[in-house]
């Protein structure tokens, strides 16, 4: 019998216990923890920096606000008439000078209407108590206080805001902004009575002498805006029946007024400025004046 022999079996090979598993090299230990310090150190250099700006005391140039300030040429208490004459004009100069002329003084203003409201008819009687006289030619200077000055027509004579429509609460959040108060005099009283702070319900109010009064002053004509101003006075106790109402301008808010009308002119005389009519718009969160139009005179 034949015996065939059986190879002997094949051991099969173990699998390492290490295989498949990723080992960490050396290089690459040191090279992580080179870009981790560099991180570091990236970090902290920008800590320092910020710790170095916000520490530190900027100086830098804070621009001055610029006043602009006109001294236009009065004639005071002269009598408007045809030259430098101090005697009031004749009776044949009158025809000449009969076209109303309003005293911008407050004074003059109180004066006039302690016997007489504010309409149309009382800038006639202020103008009528100035244009007689006797035989002289008058003064033909503009009115405002006795002064020389380049032949500029008064901010007061000149200037004309209109605040747009809206509501009663948003005309008096303009006249807040501007920090614009409403007064009234006349009716037997020579003080002047102010409100102020007009857009809470119960506005305040406040007296005083007309004569310490040195603001420029705006006096309507009539209009809604005039009804707007009366409500707002009686909302403060302020009574206003047969007395002259007037808004009071202040000095920072008549610079932005004359800084608005000087950009409109680029570079235009001044002295040929008949009419500036302003607007007021939003602006952020508050108001700006802007020019609505502007009309001009002739001048030699």
């Known amino acids: 019998m034949t015996t065939v022999a059986q190879p002997p079996p094949s051991k099969t090979r173990q699998p390492s216990k290490s295989a498949g598993v990723l080992r960490v090299s050396f290089y690459e230990r040191v090279a992580s923890m080179l870009v981790s310090l560099v991180f570091l150190v990236g970090f902290v250099a920008l800590l320092l920096f910020i710790i170095a700006v916000t520490s530190r005391t900027w100086f830098t140039k804070t621009a001055v606000p610029v006043e602009s300030i006109e001294k236009a040429e009065g004639r005071g208490d ?67 206080p006795l002064s020389e000055g380049p032949d500029l027509i008064p901010r007061a004579e000149r200037w004309q805001i209109q605040f747009g429509s809206g509501s009663l609460k948003a005309y008096a959040r303009k006249l807040d902004f501007f920090k614009i108060e409403l007064g009234v005099t006349g009716g037997g009283d020579s003080n002047v009575e102010y409100a102020f702070n007009l857009a809470k319900p119960k506005p305040d109010r406040r007296s005083g002498k007309s004569k310490e009064e040195k603001r420029l002053l705006m006096i309507w004509r009539g209009g809604e805006l005039q009804q707007a101003d009366a409500e707002l006075l009686n909302n403060a106790g302020v009574k206003t029946s047969g007395r002259a109402q007037m808004q009071f301008i202040p000095a920072d808010t ?28 939003n602006k952020g969160s508050g108001f700006e004046f802007y020019v609505l139009d502007q009309r001009y005179r002739l001048v030699p």
């Not at 076209?99 to 504010?118: H, Y």
């Not at 006289?133 to 405002?144: E, F, M």
């Not at 009308?261 to 040929?272: F, S, V």
């Open 254 to 281: 008549e610079n932005l007024l004359a800084t608005a009308e000087l950009a409109k002119l680029k570079g235009r005389p001044l002295k040929e400025v008949k009419k500036t009519i302003f607007g007021v718009r």
């Open 78 to 144: 002269h009598a408007i008439g045809a030259a430098r004459d101090l005697e009031p004009p004749g009776v044949e100069e009158l025809e000449r000078f009969e076209e109303p002329q309003m005293e911008q003084s407050l004074e003059a203003v109180t004066d006039a209407v302690s016997s007489a409201p504010a309409s149309p008819e009382f800038a006639e009687g202020v103008a009528a108590a100035t244009t007689t006289g006797s035989n002289g030619l008058g003064d033909p200077r503009q009115a405002g």
